[in-house]
């Protein structure tokens, strides 16, 4: 038969187990709700937005065929996201333009295709949402390529993203 003692102690045990899993699971659930915040509404994230224009004079990068227009590096333990990208390119001929990224050494190609409005016959301009990624430590870049050969004359690039942590 149980005792009253027996009763007692048994009925301690069972809060002593049910306090412990609520407050642990209080503590579990602190540190999910913790780690999900982080991710969902503060990712760690650094904004970035770079500009760089060139014109076909600048041989290292551009010709009057085609032009690689340049970014700064990507900080070592950090990936560059590029969510948006605008360019404005100015040629010496009514012609259209290719649009791609690309990041040195070895990211792969992202082709944007034609770049679709113009302000005038020799001024084009493009905009897209996209979403590339950039390794540490690699040189993101743009390419156009003018469709008339010796029509590049002038080109910008503003690239939107944010850099996250890449581990």
């Known amino acids: 038969m149980i005792t009253r003692r027996t009763l007692v ?7 002593a187990i049910i306090a412990t899993i609520v407050l642990t699971g209080h503590e579990v659930a602190a540190q999910v709700k913790a780690a999900y915040v982080k991710i969902v509404d503060q990712p760690g994230r ?22 690689a227009l340049q970014f700064p ?10 969510e948006h990208l605008s360019v404005v390119v100015q040629t010496a001929g009514q012609t259209d333009a290719l649009l791609s990224v690309e990041a040195t050494p070895t990211e792969p190609n992202l082709s944007l295709g034609l770049i679709e409005e113009r302000w005038s016959p020799q001024l084009l301009l493009g905009h897209r949402s996209l979403r590339y990624y950039v390794e540490p430590e690699r040189v993101p870049f743009v390419n156009v390529l003018v469709r008339t050969p010796g029509t590049f004359s002038f080109g910008t690039a503003t690239v939107i993203g944010y850099l996250v942590d890449a581990n």
């Not at 102690?9 to 809060?15: E, I, K, P, V």
């Not at 590096?73 to 590029?82: E, H, M, Y």
């Open 73 to 82: 590096q990507v900080p070592a333990g950090k990936r560059l996201v590029i």
């Open 46 to 67: 650094i904004p970035y937005q770079e500009y760089v224009e060139k014109s076909a004079g600048d041989f290292a990068t551009c010709t009057t065929d085609h032009c």
């Open 9 to 15: 102690a048994g009925t301690m045990c069972l809060l």
